[in-house]
Each structure stands twice: as structure tokens, then as C-alpha cells.
């Protein structure tokens, strides 16, 4: 397992697979790994002879008012879950690696990244599409695998890999709950046991749309209506979008397109703001 912090070694570590004819698997994570994190290494080692997992909280994804510097680090415990998992490479470059003074070039995604997420966190995406782009070209993966936790994510990703021309392949590994439903977030360790219980009804809401789906229901309104009334009953937890899009324009839907519709949720429990989804 190698430890790399500098731009200029990760790129010359990658030219050398490159010329050994060795393919590359990146998982971008912001670390405080878990068992989600380590879903998406698992899903690259099967695809690459070598897994490079990327560290590092991204200061340009998130506004001023947001958790940046309270975000968790703990790279020693990150290092030992990705050789667990096969990971061969951890990039983990401290922020003037990546930003150096007087950086002025972003990557923005101008459609799909304006609704639901955008709405509330206008430059989010600009920072993640930036990063990402900035990944690919230090890390060049053949393969890059990111989380359905983050559904819109996903979708401004490939946009951006399409229309910029990037040669990679995104995987997209499903979204890793809790056995009581709570998708796993590096956020969650911000929530106390009470704020942790009313979270459920996120998972609760959104497994309830599929049951009214399963059970026939097509219509956005309805769905969305009944996600929002289970979450509303907490008074604890703000509703900031309950959203029905089609999974690759993140468009608002009328009615559910099977496999590949989104339901997605954003809240505030209380000041941890979660979000997660369920395609339906
Ligand atoms: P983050 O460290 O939060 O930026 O997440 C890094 C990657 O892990 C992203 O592609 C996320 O979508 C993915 N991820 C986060 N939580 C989960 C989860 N519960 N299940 C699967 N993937 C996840």
C-alpha cells in the first residue's frame, strides 16, 4: 500500500501503470471512510489491476457557511480500510496540491447541476466537477466508481465525462443502509442517538414511495406528497426538496419512468443537513 501526497508523484506513479499496460480503478472520497466507501473499492478492484482511492475534502465544494472545518479527518484509519478492501494507492494531497495560489480555471456543469442540490448549494457542483476533472487528469483511471448515494452527483459526473470527452468508465455502486435503513453518511456521526432515530423516516419516506409504486401509484404528486407527510410528522426535520427527476437530466418527472426515476430528499436535521434517494 502506498501513501502519495503530491501531485507530481501521483501522475508519475500513473504514467508507469499506464506504460506496463496496467489499468487504474480511482474512488474520489472525502475520507471518513465507511462501509460505503469500502463498497465502492470493492467494486473497483474487480475492475482494475490497480485501485488509487483519493482523500481529500474538497474546500471548493463547500459555501463558507457549511462544515469544511469541522468535516472529519482521519487519514491512518482510512489508509488501513483501503488495504483492507485491495486498494493499492492512497492520494491524499493536502489543498495547495490541488489549488495552488491563484488558481482561477473551473469545470462547471451548467444544466443539471442547477436543480434540487444546486438550488441550496449554487457552487457545490462547480467544486466537485473541478476536483473530479482534476482527479482524472493526476490520477488517469480507466475506471472511476462513485456512490448512488449522491444521485445527482452521479448525473453531473457523466454529464461532464461525456461532454468533455473524458475516456473513462463510471461505475455507479448502490447506495450501502444501515440495517434500519439509514443510508450510511460520513455526516452521520455528526447526529445524536435522538436526532439519529427521527432520521429514519428519510429511508422510511423513501421506501414508502417504492411500496406505492410497487403497488401501482405512477404519479409524481402523489409520491411526493406522501414522502413529505412522513417527514413532516418530525418536528425536528426541515423538508429543503422531496423531488421525483429522471435519473440521467435530474428533470422534475410527472410520473415514474421504471428504473429510471429518482426520488430524492434533501433535509435539515436540525443543523445536519442529509440527503439520500431511491430509484424508482
Ligand atoms: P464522500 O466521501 O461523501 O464524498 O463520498 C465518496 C463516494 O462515496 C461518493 O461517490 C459517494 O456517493 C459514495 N458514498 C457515500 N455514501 C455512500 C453509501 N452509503 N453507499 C454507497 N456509496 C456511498
Keep these: 500500500m502506498q501513501i502519495i501526497t503530491s501531485v507530481s508523484k ?3 506513479f500513473a504514467s508507469g501503470l499506464h506504460a506496463q499496460g496496467k489499468t487504474i480503478g480511482l474512488v474520489p472520497t472525502m475520507g471518513a471512510l465507511h462501509a460505503g466507501h469500502v463498497s465502492l473499492v470493492t467494486a473497483a478492484v474487480g475492475r482494475a489491476d490497480c485501485v488509487v482511492v483519493s482523500i481529500f475534502v474538497n474546500p471548493a465544494q463547500f459555501s463558507p457557511n457549511e462544515d469544511f472545518n469541522k468535516y472529519p479527518r482521519e487519514l491512518e484509519a482510512d489508509v488501513a480500510k483501503c488495504e483492507a478492501a485491495g486498494a493499492q494507492v492512497v492520494f491524499a494531497p493536502p489543498a495547495d496540491q490541488i ?3 491563484g488558481f482561477s480555471t473551473f469545470v462547471c456543469e451548467d444544466s443539471l447541476a442547477r436543480s434540487l442540490e444546486g438550488v441550496s448549494r449554487p457552487t457545490h457542483f462547480r467544486g466537485v466537477t473541478t476536483v473530479v476533472a482534476k482527479l482524472f487528469n493526476i490520477c488517469r483511471p480507466h475506471v472511476a466508481v462513485f456512490g448512488q448515494k449522491d444521485a445527482q452527483q452521479v448525473a453531473v459526473i457523466k454529464k461532464m465525462v ?9 461505475v455507479v455502486a448502490p447506495t450501502l443502509r444501515e440495517s434500519d435503513g439509514l443510508a450510511l453518511s460520513s455526516r452521520n456521526r455528526y447526529l445524536s442517538t435522538s436526532q439519529r432515530l427521527e432520521a429514519l423516516a428519510i429511508s422510511r419516506a423513501l421506501f414508502k414511495a417504492r411500496e406505492m409504486v410497487e403497488g401501482g401509484e405512477r404519479r409524481s404528486d402523489r409520491l411526493v406528497a406522501e414522502a413529505t407527510h412522513i417527514l413532516g410528522q418530525h418536528r425536528r426535520i426541515r423538508v429543503i426538496y422531496v423531488s421525483l427527476v429522471d435519473a440521467d437530466t435530474m428533470e422534475p418527472l410527472r410520473e415514474v419512468k421504471t428504473g429510471h426515476s429518482i426520488m430524492a430528499v434533501a433535509v435539515w436535521m436540525e443543523d445536519v443537513r442529509l440527503i439520500d434517494n431511491i430509484i424508482l
Design 10 to 12: 501521483m501522475q508519475a
Design 99 to 101: 489549488y495552488s495560489k
Design 162 to 170: 461525456a461532454d468533455l470527452n473524458f475516456a473513462i468508465e463510471i
